[in-house]
């Protein structure tokens, strides 16, 4: 798949129905998932320091009530863990170790153990640890999920190899590409 735009002419994917400004969220998430089979379940990651950052918890210790919490704060009505995910190397890791959320909170920036000013950055602390991967369910909260739709999914694309950055070793790079693109109110359906 080749979607190329350019800086002038821009290309957007949009749903069948355009919401009006005021009925949908205006901000980026802080928190959303990545990499997993469909948008309510998949890698962690947190809004952080301008971009972001997967979840390492260095340790199981997250509770019912701390999934629960994660996936309210992404719009939905509640969750539970799903997997590990090997750490990928192109990622910028942020440490997590246990929120200390209760289940009357909305947002895992809420909970107890959340401090912007001492939140652990630095690449060598989740050296040999997994992100945590977050399985989320029940009905959205967020404002305009109507108007959402299920996204872009690259499903057996074509790839190539090509050296990493340190010139050591080689990883798959996909064929496809968007440029340019802004892909508006995807993410999530009625059927998600």
């Known amino acids: ?37 469909s948008t309510s379940q998949g ?9 972001y950052r997967s979840v390492c918890t260095r340790g199981t210790n997250w ?6 919490v994660a996936c309210k704060s992404m719009g939905f009505g509640s969750g539970g863990f799903w997997k590990w995910f090997r750490r990928q190397n192109d990622t910028a890791p942020f440490v997590m170790s246990k929120p200390a959320c209760n289940r009357s909170d909305t947002n895992l ?13 630095a690449e060598n602390l989740c050296q040999g640890e997994d992100d945590i991967g977050v399985f989320c369910w029940g009905p959205p909260t967020f404002l305009g999920h109507e108007y959402h739709w299920m996204g872009i999914d690259f499903q057996d694309a074509p790839w190539h190899y090509v050296t990493d950055i340190s010139g050591i070793s080689q990883i798959r790079e996909s064929n496809s590409r968007l440029e340019h693109v802004d892909i508006l109110y995807s993410g999530y359906d009625r059927y998600s």
């Open 1 to 37: 798949m080749k979607f190329k735009g350019n800086h002038f002419l821009r290309i957007q994917l949009l749903p069948a129905i355009i919401p009006e400004l005021n009925e949908h969220e205006q901000e980026f998430p802080d928190f959303r998932l990545v990499d997993g089979p």
């Open 109 to 121: 920036r809420n909970c107890a153990n959340w401090t912007d000013d001492v939140i652990a950055l």
């Open 43 to 51: 890698r962690l990651q947190v809004f952080y320091k301008a971009k």
């Open 63 to 68: 509770t019912e009530a701390d999934f629960e």
